[in-house]
């Protein structure tokens, strides 16, 4: 089981399927590369940018759509850090596997959302009013679980960002290290979004 996880982990994160790859995301923002960038911040700063980007406002269609991506990436830690360090010249090392202790996580996550996906079907095969009222009690318990576990990512996330500083202020990156924090941040995003499809579709 641990050489199946270990090529899972290693053959997706090394697909590229979950950190979006662009030239230069802060450069479209405006902004100097930094890793110390809050969520809110960066959305003020696309909202004033894409005043003068939208095509109604007389920009061209793909500035707006690489406007967009650019806020993507940067919102996105995993693709922040993964840039930034392109960026210095010392690309993340994205082959390898995520930290054990993560490993237990995702086995939270998978049961949670594979018990809101089983109600979910509940709810879609429910053929009356009253059979819908009647999992109501069991939806509202299992989106409180959703939530809980969503908040648990965040907290996950938070933690892996902590390291940011560290990285931004040394006179070198710990391209290891560094590394290691793209491929745990990049699994935890994922986790996070499939959370909350799952709660978007449990409301």
């Known amino acids: 089981m641990d050489d199946f996880r270990g090529w ?15 030239k230069d995301a802060f450069q479209q ?9 809050e969520e809110d ?5 696309f909202w004033e ?16 759509t690489a406007l967009r991506e650019a806020l993507a990436v940067l ?3 995993a693709g922040r850090l993964k840039l930034w360090m392109e960026l210095r010249g010392t ?3 994205v082959r390898g596997v995520i930290d054990t202790a993560l490993m237990d996580v995702f086995s939270e996550v998978g049961r949670v959302t594979q018990g809101a996906e089983s109600l979910i079907r509940k709810r879609e095969e429910a053929k009356s009013a009253l ?3 009647l999992l109501e009690g069991e939806t509202q318990l299992k989106r409180e679980e959703v939530e809980r576990m969503v908040s648990k990512v965040d907290e996950l996330i938070r933690r892996e960002c902590e390291a940011f500083a560290v990285f931004e202020t040394g006179e070198s990156v710990d391209i290891e290290a560094a590394s290691a924090t793209v491929r745990n941040l990049t699994f935890l995003e994922k986790w996070r979004a499939g959370l909350r499809a799952c709660y978007a579709r449990l409301v």
Request: no cysteine; net charge positive.
């Open 41 to 45: 911040v960066l959305k003020g700063i």
């Open 29 to 37: 923002m405006g902004i100097v590369p930094s890793l110390m960038l």
């Open 49 to 64: 940018s894409s005043k003068r980007a939208h095509p109604d406002a007389g920009g061209g269609e793909g500035e707006f």
């Open 8 to 22: 899972y982990f290693t053959e997706r994160v090394q697909a590229g399927q979950f950190v979006r790859h662009m």
């Open 75 to 77: 919102t996105s830690p």
């Open 131 to 133: 059979v819908r009222a």
């Open 91 to 93: 690309p993340a090392v």
